[in-house]
């Protein structure tokens, strides 16, 4: 006789004290394990990587410094970085099959899909990807952090049928990124705010991404296979892609004017959500959304035209979601939301802006990699059944 089964046949599924069925849906405030790599303080606005808040680390570090410190649990000494620094200027080449292969693929196709298979393709050439060792994982890491800019930049210039810009070992990580993409070097000023993107998006604790590098990793499988895992993770607009999503929600909004009836039809009736706001773990104003904000008004201040325009939109949306949203069920803005203002005043096209997040964040996901299967278990949690069992098997000519 079909039954279902009671909650004391799934004893897992159990709250120790109360014995009521526990789900954690989404794996809510779920702890699966220790960690020295971030730490989210939701409720006051807070994020130290290794301990340094991120406010000290976008004011007063570099991305390579911040590399660093993320993979050694350490800031370096001036020695330390300039060889270290050394180093990702070395691996920033992409091997010519790459190039290829990047040449081929359809030009519609979209950038995490291209960085997906690119970091896949990279991984087949080479000859130690299945070493799982920890120095075997970091040595591929500052190869993977160091090329992925590369990657991105090679896409851009492809796609519009532009000649492609080698990388210049003269200029740091951000630098150079800018470079490659334009074909020419950038004010400092841009530069510097690429730099500080890239420390805001260097890492954030066991969010969606992570996880599924991790769960990939803790298998055994290959540290190639985790990232790819993570770069198909980040391209969700729930999670890295909600930078781009943010942009075209301002584009379909249009105008400053147009905020408050686009709120009312979108926002309050429930059709839409607003794109770059909302977050599991911040329950109060994003810090790093802060300092996105304040790059996004130099820039409209300085640039005016269709940079001031997003910044006019944006500035309206965040002052209705932080008065209507973030009192009754604490959504606030997010750093996805100010990030593509700061990108397009950079001159990138807004399809780019996930695959810049992830060449930044792939350093925190090699760190969760490395620092969990140093003392690896595999990720394997369960479900709480719902359906019946001890069904009667009817055979087919019977149904
Ligand atoms: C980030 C996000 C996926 C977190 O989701 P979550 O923790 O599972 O939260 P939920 O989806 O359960 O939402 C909780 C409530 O807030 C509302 N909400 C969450 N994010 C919202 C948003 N951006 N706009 C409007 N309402 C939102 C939900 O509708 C829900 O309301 P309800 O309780 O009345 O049903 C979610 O906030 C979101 O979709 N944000 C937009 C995408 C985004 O910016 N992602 C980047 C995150 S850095």
């Not at 809510?28 to 790599?37: A, F, H, R, Y």
């Not at 130099?298 to 001031?308: N, P």
Request: glycine share 6%; net charge neutral; aromatic share 12%.
């Amino acid at each position: 006789m079909a039954r279902k089964l009671t909650p004391e046949e799934q004893p897992w599924c159990l709250d120790r004290v109360t014995k009521q069925v526990l789900i954690n849906k989404g794996l809510e405030n779920v702890c699966m394990d220790k960690s020295t790599i971030c730490f989210i303080d939701g409720f006051h606005s807070k994020l130290y990587y290794r301990g340094y808040s991120i406010e000290d680390l976008a004011r007063n570090s570099t991305y390579e410094e911040v590399v660093y410190l993320i993979l050694h649990d350490k800031l370096p000494t001036k020695r330390e970085l300039s060889d270290f620094s050394g180093w990702m200027r070395e691996e920033r080449d992409i091997p010519g099959q790459v190039v290829e292969l990047l040449r081929k693929i359809p030009k519609d196709i979209e950038p995490m899909e291209i960085l997906r298979t690119a970091v896949s393709y990279l991984g087949n050439l080479d000859p130690g990807r299945y070493d799982m060792s920890r120095d075997g994982m970091y040595r591929k890491t500052i190869r993977l952090i160091s090329k992925m800019p590369s990657i991105v930049a090679y896409w851009h210039r492809i796609k519009n049928g532009l000649d492609l810009v080698e990388p210049d070992p003269r200029l740091s990580h951000a630098e150079n990124f800018l470079y490659m993409l334009h074909g020419k070097r950038q004010e400092e000023l841009l530069n510097r705010a690429m730099d500080v993107s890239m420390i805001l998006y260097a890492e954030h604790e066991m969010n969606a991404s992570a996880f599924t590098a991790v769960v990939i990793a803790s298998t055994l499988s290959d540290y190639y296979s985790a990232i790819v895992g993570a770069i198909g993770a980040l391209r969700g607009p729930l999670h890295g892609y909600a930078n781009v999503e943010a942009m075209r929600q301002f584009d379909e909004i249009g105008s400053p004017e147009n905020v408050d009836s686009w709120y009312r039809e979108n926002i309050l009736t429930g059709k839409k959500r607003v794109m770059g706001a909302g977050h599991r773990v911040y329950k109060s104003y994003d810090p790093r959304a802060k300092i996105f904000r304040e790059y996004a008004k130099i820039f409209a201040e300085k640039y005016g035209g269709k940079v001031k325009n997003y910044y006019d939109i944006a500035y309206r949306l965040e002052t209705l979601v932080m008065a209507q949203l973030c009192e009754p069920k604490n959504i606030c803005t997010n750093c996805d939301f100010w990030a593509g203002i700061c990108y397009y005043a950079m001159g990138i096209p807004i399809d780019l802006y996930c695959a810049v997040f992830a060449a930044a964040r792939t350093v925190g996901w090699s760190a969760h990699i490395i620092e969990y299967t140093a003392d690896n278990r595999i990720l394997r949690p369960r479900l709480y059944y719902d359906g019946e069992v001890d069904k009667e098997f009817v055979p087919i000519d019977r149904r």
